[in-house]
């Protein structure tokens, strides 16, 4: 079992900079790959970045429209996960949520994904 929860969600201008965290309890935390999603009220919740665990540990993807804006880190150490968010834009504008899960098998799917936190807002204005 593995609780996460988010945290550092907040209102920013654009072109402004925000960074969440994720907070990861429970054993092995280092043998999760940890992803980043986001969602819209009425739209279907979407990739934003993950990362690899293990030999995997220093892999990443993001999706497109947050390529080069934003980085995905993680400290296994503390049990965190980070999103770096960089020139936001009012696109980016959600509830951020920090998910876990034991492959990095279609990454991008959030089926796929064991635990899930509670999420973070985000507000950007324009």
């Known amino acids: 079992q593995v609780r996460l929860v988010e945290s550092g969600g907040g209102l920013v201008q654009a072109g402004g900079s925000l960074r969440l965290s994720c907070s990861a309890s429970?054993?092995?935390?280092?043998?999760?790959?940890m992803g980043w999603f986001r969602q819209v009220p009425g739209q279907e919740r979407e990739f934003v970045a993950a990362i690899g665990f293990g030999w995997s540990g220093n892999v990443r993807w993001y999706a497109g429209s947050v390529r080069g804006r934003f980085t995905i880190s993680r400290d296994n150490a503390e049990n965190m996960v980070f999103l770096q968010m960089d020139n936001l834009k009012p696109e980016d504008a959600a509830v951020y949520y920090c998910a876990a899960r034991q492959s990095i098998a279609d990454i991008m799917r959030k089926e796929w994904y064991e635990y899930w936190g509670q999420g973070t807002q985000v507000t950007v204005s324009s």
């Open positions: 429970g054993r092995a935390f280092s043998s999760y790959a």
